[in-house]
Structures are given as C-alpha cells and as structure tokens.
C-alpha cells in the first residue's frame, strides 16, 4: 500500500516537472545571449565500451585537454559521449563505497532519489533546463556513501563529437554525511570548430561534515555555447569548494550557480580562473545564500580578457544570519582595448545586520613595470607577458589537494605560455 | 666594456641627465656617488635601456657597439644586468619559479638552491617575488637574481642600503662574486655601483668612482678619497671643486 502511494507520488511528481517545463520551453533566460536551440538536433547514441583501451585516441585526447585522464589512476570514472553514457567503472577499492553511473540509470535503479531531480536547480528556470527536463541526454549520478573518505579523484568527462548539437545533462551529485570526496570533470568538444550546445543542469546535495572538491575545466570551441545550471545544498559543517577553469574560446557561456548553505557552519568557496579569448562572450558567477550561524564564503574570480571577448564576473553574497561572514573579489587584466571585464559584485543583507559581507574589485591593464623587469632578467616581451598571466590566474585554492593544484597550475602554465 | 658619451636622458618631460660621459673598462667596477635625486638611479636605468627612461642626446657603447637604441631584453642578452632599487611585485610567481627561468636562459639547471644559499634567499624561494619582501630581502633577493643570470656588467643600486649589519658581509662576498671570472680565460666582468655610504669599499676593490650632481658627473677619482673629501665637505663642494 505504502509503496503503491509512494510510486504514485513520484509519478505524480515526475508529471508535474514536465508540465512545468514545457510552460518554460520558451523562456529567455535573463542573462547571456539568447539561444535558437531549434538550430540544433539532439546528439546521438554511442555504443559503450567495457575497457579503458577501447575508447578511441581522439576522444581521449578531447578528454585529456579538458584535465581529465582517462587512463590515469582515479577512484571512480564517468564517460559520457553525446548522448550515452560510453564507459563507466569504480576501482575496486571503491567498490561499495560510492556509485557513479548516468543519471537515466541512476533513476530507475533507484526511484526512490526521485526527490533530488530538480531539487535546488527550478526546472522551470528558463528554457535551457525545461530543454534538459524533456529531452535529456544522460549525465551523471555520484553518490559517496556516508563517512567515506576519498582522497583520489573521481572524474567525470563530458564530450561532444557531432555538429550543430545539444547535449543536454542532468549531473547529480551526493555526499552522504562525512563523506569525502574530489570530483574532477572536465567537458570539452572533440571537434574545435563545430557549433554546438552544452546545457549542464548539476545539483549537489553535501551533508552534514561532508566534503567536496569540485574543479570544472572547459575546452570548447569558438561556435560554441555553454549554459551551466548549477546548485548546491550544504548541511551542517559541510565544505564545498568550486573551481573553474575556461581557457579557451567559445562563443558564450552564461552561469550563476547558487550555493544554499543550510546548516550551521557550512562553508562554500568559489573560483573561476578565466583566460578570455576570441570573440568569447563569458558571463559567470556564483549566488552564496548564508543561512545558518558560522556559515562562510568566498567566491574569487581572476579574469584575463584579449581580443574582443566581453566577460562579465558576477557574484552575490546574501546574508540571513548575523553571524555569517562572507568576501567576494574580481580581478581581471585586460590585454586589450577591445575586450571588456564587467565585474558586477552584490551584496545583500536580510534581517541580519551583524553579517559580514564585503568586497573588492580591480580591472586594468597588465603592469608595464613588472613587464620591464622581466625583460631585464632577460626574458622576452612575450615570455614577460605569459609569465605575469601565470601567475594572475594563479590561485591559491584553499583546501584543494597537491595533486589538483598542481594540475590546475599546469593547465594555466600551457595555456599562459601561447595566449598572446 | 662600456662608454657613454654626452648622455642625456628624459622622464616625462623632465630632463634628468644632462650630458654624461663614462668609461668603464673590461674588469673595472666603478661606483657612482651623489645626493639623493642627482639622478644615479635614472643613469643605471637608461643604462639597462628600461622604457620610461627616453634617451634625447648621446650614445651608450657596450663592448665596441652602439646599444643606444637597443630594447632592454636584448641589452640583458648581451650581458648587461642590474640590481634595482625599487622592484616590483610578480603576484603569483615565486622567486624560485623566475629564479630557474633567469638560470635557464644560460641553459643551467641546477645550482638554484646553492646560490641562493650564499645569499640567505632559501627561505625565500617559495614566496611571490617581492611580495612582502623586507628592505634587506629586496637587496637580497635581487644579487640572487643577478647571480643567476651572471651578467658581464652588472649594475648594483644601492646594495647596502637597509641591510643590516650581519647581511653587508653576505651582500659584499655577492658583489665580489659578481665580478669573479668564471675562468682565467674568459671575459673579465665588470660594474657600477651606486653607493652611499661606501660600506662595499670594505668588500670590493672599485677601481674608480664618480659624483653625480646635476645631471652630470662633476667629479671622478679614487673612490676612497671621493668619499673622505664628500664626508668631509660635503657634495656642495663637489660642485665648485675643480678636480
Ligand atoms: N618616473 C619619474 N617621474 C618623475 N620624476 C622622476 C621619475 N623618475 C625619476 N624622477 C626624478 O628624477 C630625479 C632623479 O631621480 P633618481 O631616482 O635617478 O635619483 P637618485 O640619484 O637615484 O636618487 P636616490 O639617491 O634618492 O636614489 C629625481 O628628481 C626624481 O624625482
Ligand atoms: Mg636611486
């Protein structure tokens, strides 16, 4: 009896999302340039592979400039091209201790995770998720098991190989209480040039003391747009650290993920490291909702901007408790005088005015000084010049493992060294 | 090694140097005194060919050839090197990261952890170049730099200037290595300092020195008597004096 009502609530429940999403279907979204999506088909089946060594060279290398190794050592992997989940395996040491499938799957093996499906991200948000809602293409589902401690990524890569398609997935992502975990994903075109979109609706439920690093790396190409919908939801004493990292040109990508930290002493850090190139239009950010005593922020933004690429770096820090306490800052250089840093930081207090919310921005040009010194050390203009967009993009990411610092700062030292 | 003749340098649209003349031969170290904004700084920087630093009259020779309008990046490739008295921050790059590019433009790799040993930077490889740096660790920092990139002509401003008294014997031994031969056979190595108080003297045998003042050099001689006549009479002197 009880389960008949409970599949009935999830029907129920299911049927309400789609209604709701085809209402939206239309919506403009209120920030990035507007999409035609009706410009492009749904992106193709794959057939799955069942070793490592079957994946074809080419995606492996889209896989690899998008920082996801395939064949390397990580605790659990996620490969999806276009529309199939291609390869899927968790180390055995893993083995019992977090999952990681498509998402499609992950819902019909367990119904009962139907709750998390557009459970902090609105389905009807605009017509990007209404388009991951009633035509989804795959996506991920983690789930590290409660007071698991992995210290190896897990990694997730999305690719896309066809022209003038939509991928459209729903990642879901669960750390049971005192679960510890860092998650590499890495999404990336196999073919540069092709236009394409990439709808990425991503929720991230933490418990309480649970632990999460996550680092995003994009590679995708100039025809390309990108339109991340992202939320997390943080219990008590929860820890979730976002770094993103976009390099390379494309077309536009528009993002503002939200992060509700829920319990007390919930804590949220966000990076984004961008190189903007091209006629690339970026407009990114990240919303940090303080609810719960002790709850704190951070969301930093280095941005380089040349050619005629326009980037907006948003942030907003809302307080609802006194004791919360939370620091947006943007830097960007601009290399250009036809490329554009909007830094849009705000800040929001609601009947807590002992929160403490502050800010700090800085965009101008690279300093000519420290280029002249270089030079006198002997290194040349442009070696000056990649040397400095190092170290600008350089973070210092707190709580990130060596091992992904030093991937991260490898990315931005290749990328540094041909930027200009 | 190097002559400068009539040099006259601008910044902005003020004209700083008026007409300097110079010679230093190869092996020679010279030091450049005079009071604060005679312009010591500014002759070092048009000397590296540093931008901002316009070169309106003269010409500056460096081992028989005209490098008056040569960028800075090819003076330092052609062995010119300098100390700087105001450095900036490179946020984000350590000194040990700039430190191994400086030595790899000599197709070195090692010998970055010894050399900054000598000059007490160990503890300073992993910290953003000049980033927080004190005084002494600035001067410090800087003859490490200079010591990997072993330039045939280095020009130090101020070495001695806010160190303290333990790091001058650390900062006298750099100079003097500064300006070792590597082997009997190759280049003698030579410099310019500028100096104050004349502490080096004590480390380094400088063949010359010479009184900055006006935008000229008013006065040249052994820098030992240079600096008892100017204690003595101070640089107003040094002006009227017709040595
Ligand atoms: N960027 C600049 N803009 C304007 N004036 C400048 C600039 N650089 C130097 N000057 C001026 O040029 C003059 C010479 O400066 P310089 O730094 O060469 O002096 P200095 O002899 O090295 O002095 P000190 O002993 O104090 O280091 C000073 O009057 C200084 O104010
Ligand atoms: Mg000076």
């Given at each position: 009896?009880?389960e ?18 085809e209402?939206?279907?239309?919506k ?25 060594r ?5 995606l ?5 400039y ?12 996620y ?11 968790v180390?055995?040491?893993?083995q019992?201790?977090?999952e990681?499938?498509?998402s ?8 009962e ?8 991200v ?16 795959e ?6 098991f ?19 398609r ?6 879901i992502v ?26 990425g ?19 995708w ?18 820890f ?47 919303t940090l909702?303080?609810k ?9 933004s280095r941005?380089c ?39 849009v ?23 000519e ?6 030079r ?6 442009e ?7 190092q ?12 091992a ?13 060294r041909?930027?200009? | ?9 601008a ?24 009071p ?5 700084t500014?002759?070092?920087m ?14 500056i ?7 008056t309008?040569?960028d800075?990046?090819?003076?330092a ?16 790059i350590?000194?040990r ?12 790799t090692?010998?970055?952890e010894e050399?900054a ?36 002509f ?5 070495p001695?200037?806010?160190v303290d ?13 500064l ?8 280049k ?9 108080t ?14 900055l ?17 100017i ?5 107003q ?7």
């Amino acid at each position: 009896m009880c389960e008949v009502r409970a599949m009935k609530v999830q029907e129920e429940y299911l049927r309400d999302l789609r209604e709701r999403a085809e209402k939206a279907l239309t919506k403009k979204a209120p920030l990035g340039p507007d999409i035609d999506l009706s410009q492009f088909y749904l992106c193709s089946p794959r057939e799955r592979v069942e070793d490592v060594r079957e994946i074809e060279d080419q995606l492996k290398e889209a896989a690899l400039y998008a920082g996801v190794e395939l064949e390397g050592e990580k605790a659990a992997t996620y490969l999806q091209v276009d529309r199939s989940a291609v390869y899927e395996r968790v180390q055995r040491a893993f083995q019992g201790k977090l999952e990681i499938m498509s998402s499609q799957e992950a819902l019909q093996k367990y119904p009962e995770l139907f709750e998390y499906w557009w459970g902090l991200v609105p389905v009807d948000a605009d017509k990007y998720t209404a388009f991951a809602e009633l035509c989804p293409t795959e996506g991920y589902f983690i789930r590290v098991f409660a007071h698991t401690k992995v210290e190896i990524p897990l990694q997730a890569c999305l690719l896309m190989s066809e022209r003038a398609r939509v991928q459209s997935v729903h990642n879901i992502v669960i750390l049971e209480e005192g679960a510890e975990a860092n998650l590499i994903t890495g999404c990336a075109s196999v073919r540069g040039n092709e236009s394409g979109v990439h709808i990425g609706v991503s929720e991230f439920y933490l418990g309480d003391n649970a632990r999460l690093t996550f680092t995003m790396v994009h590679n995708w190409g100039e025809a390309f747009h990108v339109r991340p919908r992202t939320a997390a939801r943080l219990g008590k004493n929860a820890f979730f650290s976002s770094t993103y990292v976009l390099l390379k040109p494309l077309a536009s990508i528009q993002a503002f993920p939200q992060v509700f930290l829920e319990g007390e002493g919930a804590q949220a850090t966000f990076q984004n490291i961008v190189f903007a190139k091209g006629n690339s239009y970026i407009d990114l950010g990240s919303t940090l909702l303080l609810k719960n005593r002790g709850c704190r922020g951070s969301s930093i933004s280095r941005v380089c901007a040349t050619d005629e690429a326009q980037v907006f770096a948003r942030g907003r820090l809302i307080a609802y408790h006194d004791e919360v306490q939370a620091h947006l800052e943007c830097k960007g250089m601009l290399f250009s005088p036809r490329a554009q840093i909007v830094s849009v930081p705000e800040l929001e207090v609601h009947g807590a005015p002992r929160a403490r919310l502050s800010h700090e921005a800085a965009v101008g040009p690279f300093e000519e000084e420290a280029v002249n010194y270089l030079r006198a050390r002997g290194l040349k203009r442009e070696e000056a010049l990649s040397l400095l967009t190092q170290g600008f993009l350089n973070l210092d990411l707190p709580g990130l493992p060596e091992a992904l610092r030093r991937y991260i700062e490898e990315i931005i030292r290749v990328t540094s060294r041909d930027v200009l | 090694m190097l002559y400068i003749e009539q040099l006259k340098v601008a910044v902005g649209d003020t004209l700083i140097l008026d007409g300097v003349n110079l010679e230093i031969q190869e092996g020679e170290v010279h030091v450049l005194l005079g009071p604060n904004g005679a312009g010591k700084t500014t002759l070092l920087m048009a000397i590296m060919g540093m931008p901002g630093y316009r070169i309106v009259g003269g010409r500056i020779f460096f081992q028989g050839k005209d490098i008056t309008n040569l960028d800075v990046e090819e003076r330092a490739r052609m062995g010119i090197g300098m100390a700087f008295q105001k450095v900036p921050t490179i946020s984000g790059i350590t000194l040990r990261t700039l430190g191994r590019l400086v030595l790899e433009k000599r197709g070195l790799t090692d010998a970055l952890e010894e050399t900054a040993s000598r000059v007490n930077c160990l503890y300073l490889l992993d910290r953003e170049v000049g980033k927080g740096f004190s005084g002494g660790e600035m001067k410090r920092a800087e003859l490490f730099q200079l010591l990997l990139q072993r330039p045939l002509f280095s020009m130090v401003d101020e070495p001695e200037s806010g160190v303290d008294l333990d790091s001058i014997a650390l900062v006298g031994q750099a100079l003097r290595e500064l300006f070792e031969r590597d082997q009997v056979r190759t280049k003698k190595r030579s410099g310019l300092i500028i100096t104050h108080t004349g502490y080096i003297l004590e480390y380094l045998n400088a063949d010359r020195g010479h009184v900055l003042m006006n935008g000229r050099i008013v006065c040249s001689g052994n820098p030992r008597d240079l600096f008892a006549d100017i204690r003595e009479r101070g640089y107003q002197e040094c002006a009227r004096c017709e040595r």
